[in-house]
């Protein structure tokens, strides 16, 4: 049966609703994640954010390979002949690759086979692919059957939803697939026009953080901000740096306030250090991206992953940011 409020981009766009198609029960949905992907990142961070791990099952794909250039055959399942630390079987079906878990649900489907992927198994129907509608909908979605505890956890408050709308706009566009439009540049004249967007949202972020005062983006309450931002800064000195190219400055040496908001969600708030996997994070783009790294070779660096220790004090930082080319 074909999926609820299928479009022609090659997406689903199904939501978990008390009252609707889809409603939230215990143990009938299933996740399909990488631990790669910034954008399957959100998925798994409102996941343990809302307290969703034991009502929400998961798979996770290996890291590589991806496939070719079209995304043929796409994301790998280990086995115990080719295991990978962190990965699990399909969980649901066994597959042996992800695509064939969007062709269960259309035969025909011809788009790119991504993670995040929310599955129903009642149905056995795909729900939603597309990562920030899973994280705005389990935001509210599953709150009839939430304890107070996590249903109380509001990540899109009425109060700040324009300001979030606002900023989550630009830091879309030109951070977090700004980096891709960057790593992914054909020619120098693109990666030129491309790169320089990356690093202009970053010193607007820091100057945000700075006049914000933290210990979260927009102040004393963590948002759906905060979960889209962290996936991409935590992959940034990692792997955008120097393999996406984006070398105008580094996180931990450039910008010490988004550095200090990045270590503090890592180290002391629940749910962000469990969902990160350098390993899955430097291998999946330096062993799947042979068009850009040939021969598959991961750096050592940087080294820590991350920094310890966190300066709770702002007042103490001075912000910082890069000097733009002209």
Same mark, same amino acid.
């Given at each position: 049966m074909a999926s609820v409020l299928k479009v022609e981009d090659g997406s689903w766009h199904g939501l978990i609703e008390s009252n609707g198609e889809f409603p939230p029960e215990k143990g009938r949905y299933h996740l399909y994640i990488g631990l790669f992907c910034p954008f399957a990142h959100r998925a798994n961070l409102i996941r343990h954010l809302k307290g969703l791990t034991d009502i929400i099952d998961?798979?996770?794909?290996?890291?590589?390979?991806?496939?070719?250039?079209?995304?043929?055959?796409?994301?790998?399942?280990?086995?115990?002949?080719?295991?990978?630390?962190?990965?699990?079987?399909?969980?649901?079906?066994?597959s042996k690759y992800l695509h064939e878990v969007y062709f269960r649900d259309n035969k025909d489907y011809k788009g790119r086979y991504s993670v995040p992927v929310l599955w129903d198994k009642k149905t056995n129907r795909l729900v939603n692919n597309e990562s920030l509608e899973i994280l705005r909908n389990f935001n509210t979605g599953w709150n009839s059957i939430l304890p107070e505890e996590y249903k109380k956890v509001d990540l899109y408050p009425e109060i700040l939803r324009k300001e979030i709308d606002e900023v989550g706009q630009w830091m879309q566009a030109d951070l977090n697939t700004g980096v891709y439009k960057a790593g992914f540049a054909p020619n120098q004249a693109t990666y030129d026009k491309n790169v320089v967007p990356v690093f202009r949202a970053l010193n607007r972020? @820091?100057?945000?953080?700075? !006049?914000?005062?933290?210990?979260?983006?927009? %102040?004393?309450?963590?948002?759906e901000l905060d979960l889209r931002l962290y996936p991409t800064l935590i992959r940034f000195d990692t792997v955008y740096v120097q393999h996406f190219k984006c070398n105008l400055g580094t996180i931990r040496h450039d910008y010490p306030i988004l550095n200090e908001w990045m270590k503090n969600l890592y180290w002391n708030v629940?749910?962000?250090?469990?969902t990160t996997d350098f390993r899955h994070i430097k291998e999946n783009y330096t062993k799947s991206h042979a068009h850009i790294n040939p021969k598959a070779i991961t750096p050592m660096g940087p080294i820590p992953d991350? @920094?310890?220790?966190?300066? !709770?004090?702002?007042?103490?930082?001075?912000? %910082?940011?890069?000097?733009l080319p002209a």
């Open positions: 998961i798979s996770i794909v290996k890291p590589y390979p991806k496939g070719d250039d079209k995304g043929w055959p796409g994301w790998k399942f280990p086995t115990s002949e080719d295991p990978y630390e962190g990965s699990t079987e399909d969980n649901l079906f066994r972020l @820091e100057e945000m953080l700075s !006049k914000n005062g933290g210990p979260y983006l927009l %102040g004393l309450q963590l948002t629940p749910g962000f250090k469990e991350i @920094e310890s220790g966190v300066e !709770k004090d702002w007042n103490k930082i001075k912000a %910082g940011g890069v000097k």
